[in-house]
T-cell receptor, first 113, second 112 residues
Framework: NAGVTQTPKFRVLKTGQSMTLLCAQD?????MYWYRQDPGMGLRLIHY???????AKGEVPDGYNVSRLKKQNFLLGLESAAPSQTSVYFC????????????FGPGTRLTVL | GIQVEQSPPDLILQEGANSTLRCNFS?????LQWFHQNPWGQLINLFY???GTKQNGRLSATTVATERYSLLYISSSQTTDSGVYFC??????????????FGKGTLLTVNP
């Protein structure tokens, strides 16, 4: 099992450009999450999904959109990137049957110039 | 929302020393996780511990849910233990929605 994977690992954008981050999990988890981590801080929840076709806002959703068309994939989109979105992005997944323990991907380091 | 406070924010140890990291939270939680973020940024699950005590090698954790705190013990520390240790609590944000809130972490440096 690969667990939770994220692509790309690194990306540099110019202000105003758009991009999509892909998260994939092979554990058949129903819940998936996107977080951002800024220097000196813990992770903050951007959006999450409790199942295929459903998404919900987290703590810091502004400037991001998400989609969960397939159970194993969770996409995070930036329509018009801003320097304030420079961060490390982590995806996670969990299963309610397994007590909702969250497992994290390796992260994507995004820089917006 | 719930508040999660970790202490100390920074800790420097000599190899072989023991340490205790603390996590306090402000409200009832569904569960609690401890993570280690290594110097390469990878988040590693250490413990899933809503209550009680668990041990894994040189690491152990205790959560006292009624008093709203958890402790992570590291014994005989090694340089590979260096990194940031995060506590994260899952809480009911309304209805059937549960969210994980992280503390700001404890930066541990173990010197040889």
């Amino acid at each position: 099992n690969a667990g939770v994977t994220q692509t790309p690992k690194f990306r540099v954008l110019k202000t105003g450009q758009s991009m999509t981050l892909l998260c994939a999990q092979d554990m058949n988890h129903e819940y998936m999450y996107w977080y951002r981590q800024d220097p000196g801080m813990g992770l903050r929840l951007i959006h999450y999904s409790v199942g295929e076709g459903t998404t919900a806002k987290g703590e810091v959703p502004d400037g991001y959109n998400v989609s969960r068309l397939k159970k194993q994939n969770f996409l995070l989109g930036l329509e018009s990137a801003a320097p304030s979105q420079t961060s490390v992005y982590f995806c996670a997944s969990s299963s309610w049957e397994q007590g909702n323990e969250q497992f994290f991907g390796p992260g994507t380091r995004l820089t917006v110039l | 929302g719930i508040q999660v406070e970790q202490s100390p924010p920074d800790l420097i140890l000599q190899e072989g020393a023991n340490s205790t990291l603390r996590c306090n939270f402000s409200d009832s939680v569904n569960n609690l996780q401890w993570f280690h973020q290594n110097p390469w940024g990878q988040l590693i699950n250490l413990f899933y511990i809503p209550s009680g005590t668990k041990q894994n090698g040189r690491l152990s954790a205790t959560t006292v849910a009624t008093e709203r705190y958890s402790l992570l013990y590291i014994s005989s520390s090694q340089t590979t233990d260096s990194g940031v240790y995060f506590c994260a609590v899952e809480w009911n944000s309304g209805g059937s929605n549960y969210k994980l809130t992280f503390g700001k972490g404890t930066l541990l440096t173990v010197n040889p």
